[in-house]
């Protein structure tokens, strides 16, 4: 517990059965997923924060920036025009993205927990675009 008396998230660290390599998308993830795959894998693998038993939580945030990225093409292919019931796919995707991002260390919060800020923000954000 912090001063405050309020629970924190331990403090990601390499983990000892790390992958050494990144493992190639998985095949039925869609483009934009498989974009993202290969994406922050890289940053994954450097960081040594992924192992095997990880891959499942990778492939769905992956997966859920995928379901992101297609319900945006649709909509600027359509005029802008905002499809409700998809926004609402999209919403409930990118709140699954965005907690399966702090739990890899791919946010600024989290990653400054891995003690990795550069002073480059974009060399460092595997989300910049």
């Given at each position: 517990?912090?001063?405050n ?7 990601l ?7 050494k390599?990144?493992p ?15 994406r ?11 192992t095997?038993?990880d ?8 997966a ?6 297609t ?8 005029d802008?025009?905002i ?13 699954t993205a ?9 946010t ?9 800020i550069?002073?480059?923000d974009?060399?460092d ?5």
């Open positions: 517990m912090n001063a008396g309020q629970g924190r998230k331990p403090t660290k390499p983990d000892a059965q790390a992958l390599r990144a190639q998308p998985p095949k039925h993830l869609d483009k934009y997923a498989k974009d993202e795959w290969r922050v894998m890289p940053f994954l693998i450097e960081r040594q924060i992924v095997k038993a891959m499942s939580g990778v492939e769905t945030y992956c859920m920036v995928g379901i992101i990225r319900v945006e093409q649709n909509r600027s292919e359509n802008g025009v499809n409700v019931p998809m926004f609402g796919v999209m919403n409930r995707a990118a709140t965005r907690q399966l991002a702090a739990e890899f260390g791919l600024p919060v989290s990653r400054a927990k891995l003690g990795g550069s002073n480059d974009d060399a954000n595997p989300l910049a675009v």
